[in-house]
């Protein structure tokens, strides 16, 4: 979404370019988007999770422009552009989808995030018994939980916070091997094998879009604002 003005957007580089203030991209879809001179808010969200579903549950298109007047709300609800922060953008995310009641974490589900984020960058690998202990539940009721109270189960999880914070290193400067290593990647060939099948693009491509000046990072989004040079991406082409 374009925190003022408008941006373009189209299906690949073949297309039409589009002219519109906020849209929504399936995930996997081809796209590009040339917002140089518009200060954006990217939202990069699972598309597995509650949230994502909330947010895509209804979208036949692989883009779809969100119409000016509900985008005029939006920017009334977060305000300020200068001055916006992480509470006021985590606060207008969260009542897009106030209408599905998000489900109540499991206390040792809850516990368990708290250590996966804690050990996020750690090559070491989490295993479902070590999780389960954490949690204090049977290797299987923890699947069970997990998955009904973060919406996707553990594994899948793990990696998409992974994916996120390489994405946030990425924008943030650092360069692809750093951004693997943080994230707790192999390399950088893993990293960029994961980011060509969860998001389309190349990391290439997102190295291209330079550092960024604010970068929020919560459960099950990333907020990212900054202006964006044209980008494509290409449908992922197979799975690791």
Known sequence: MALKGGFRIRGGPSRPWNVCEAALVKA?????????????????VDPESELGGALFGH??????????????VWRSQLGDPVSL?????????????????PPRL???VRKLLQVIREELGDHRRLSLKRMAA????????????F????????RPYILWLRFQRAHVEIMMGATLTE???????????????????????????????GPVKQVWFTSDLSIITAPVRPLSTAPAVGAE
Do not use: C, Y
């Open 134 to 145: 954490i949690a204090g539940l049977s290797d299987s009721r923890l699947m069970h939980v």
């Open 106 to 108: 499991h206390p040792g």
């Open 179 to 209: 951004a693997a290593h943080r994230a707790g990647f192999a390399d950088a060939a893993h990293l960029s094998r994961i980011t060509k099948r969860m998001s389309g693009a190349t990391t290439k491509a997102l190295v291209t879009l």
């Open 28 to 44: 996997n879809a081809r796209h590009q988007v040339d917002a140089s001179t518009s200060p954006m808010l990217v939202a990069l």
């Open 59 to 72: 979208v036949t298109h692989d883009i779809t422009p969100i119409k000016n007047a509900t985008v005029s």
């Open 85 to 101: 922060d992480s509470a006021r953008v985590e606060l207008w995310f969260r009542k897009l989808i106030s209408r599905r009641q």
């Open 147 to 154: 998955t009904r109270s973060v919406g996707i189960p553990p």
